[in-house]
């Protein structure tokens, strides 16, 4: 009898982690136009995944593979999207367009993942009312104002370290309660809120040295 398909909060957090690297090679796959890829193929560039990891961590939710031909790209994008629930927009506040929020907005591939930034917010007068990566500046004085009604969730802190936690408590008032840090700065959040801290120069630091 074939094992009964699993949600993907019902597998171990491993298979979990490694189904976003998947689908990442799988995208870079169909953008080379191939439609059918093996084991072997997805996770070579995977280091310290097997082929054996990636067939274990597939059987969880369904029986995918064909033999002698491996797996339809397509079929297996549109699966592990809707396991990762990536098949569905998420909406995404950003606030404080200097250079890396710039570099965020113009990022296109946020949309691959399921995430669009749809709002933008910065103090600068000469920011306000022009558009980056299509996407409209506001004043942050708003912020709370439109995220409230477009119902956002989640939001991206690119503001300079000593406007961090007064951005963050705008954002949670505005009823956000996950949240991506790119400042220098940790963060004093309520407990039911999710912060990810995303340090750039200390992964230059781990890496170096």
């Known amino acids: 009898m074939p094992n009964e398909k699993k949600d993907i909060d019902e597998v171990p957090k491993e298979t979990a982690g490694r189904l976003p690297l998947y689908l990442r090679r799988l995208l870079i796959f169909r953008e080379s136009g191939k439609e059918w890829v093996t084991s072997n193929e997805l996770v070579e560039d995977l280091p310290g995944i097997r082929s054996s990891n990636l ?13 002698g031909r491996g797996y339809n790209v397509n079929r297996l994008i549109d699966e592990l999207s809707k396991l990762l629930r990536v098949d569905r927009k998420v909406e995404v506040a950003l606030v404080g367009v200097g250079r890396l929020g710039t570099a965020l907005l113009n990022y296109g591939g946020f949309e691959n993942w399921g995430f669009e930034i749809s709002l933008a917010f910065d103090v600068d007068s000469d920011l306000i009312g022009s558009h980056v990566g299509g996407v409209r500046v506001d004043n942050a004085r708003v912020m709370e104002k439109k995220v409230k009604a477009r119902d956002v969730k989640v939001g991206i802190i690119s503001v300079p370290a000593e406007e961090a936690q007064s951005t963050a408590n705008s954002m949670i008032s505005a009823g956000i309660s996950n949240i991506a840090n790119f400042s220098a700065v940790l963060l004093d959040t ?20």
Not at 55 to 67: A, E, M, P, V
Not at 190 to 209: A, G, M, N
């Open 55 to 67: 067939r274990k961590d597939l059987s969880f939710f369904g029986d995918y593979g064909i033999q």
């Open 190 to 209: 309520p407990d039911e809120v999710t912060v990810s801290q995303v340090d750039i120069t200390s992964t230059l630091e781990v890496l170096t040295f």
